[in-house]
Nanobody, 124 residues
Framework: HVQLVESGGGSVQTGGSLTLSCTAS????????MGWFRQVTGKEREAVAR????????WYADSVKGRFTISQDNSKNTLYLQMNSLKPEDTGMYYC??????????????????WGQGTQVTVS
């Protein structure tokens, strides 16, 4: 079964950087799309970035364009999110997600079926 394990969260000052990692197992990495979502307590989970593993095609939320970079290492079945110029509004629980098919065209969190446990990012 699909397993996703995030790491790399932490506390950082405004303007700082963090790199999140998501190690995937239980599925053919190259056949899926993967995404990073974040959630603040009391708010809906929102998409931050998405990548189609087979093509490398990416999508970013407007709020993170130019600051965040989503990437993959197929040899390690690992997804990354490089976050630069962090702002307090980037604070939240960051989740890695994986899916395939028509879901890959959606940024609606409710449609994605496979999730990691999350890693907390706090910017102050």
């Amino acid at each position: 079964h699909v397993q996703l394990v995030e790491s790399g969260g932490g506390s950082v000052q405004t303007g700082g950087s963090l790199t999140l990692s998501c190690t995937a197992s239980g599925f053919t990495f190259g056949s899926y799309c993967m995404g990073w979502f974040r959630q603040v307590t009391g708010k809906e989970r929102e998409a931050v970035a998405r990548i189609i593993i087979s093509t490398g095609s990416t999508w970013y939320a407007d709020s993170v364009k130019g600051r965040f970079t989503i990437s993959q290492d197929n040899s390690k079945n690992t997804l990354y999110l490089q976050m630069n110029s962090l702002k307090p509004e980037d604070t939240g629980m960051y989740y890695c997600a994986a899916d395939r098919g028509s879901v890959c065209g959606s940024i609606a969190a409710w449609r994605w079926r496979n999730w990691g446990q999350g890693t907390q990012v706090t910017v102050s």
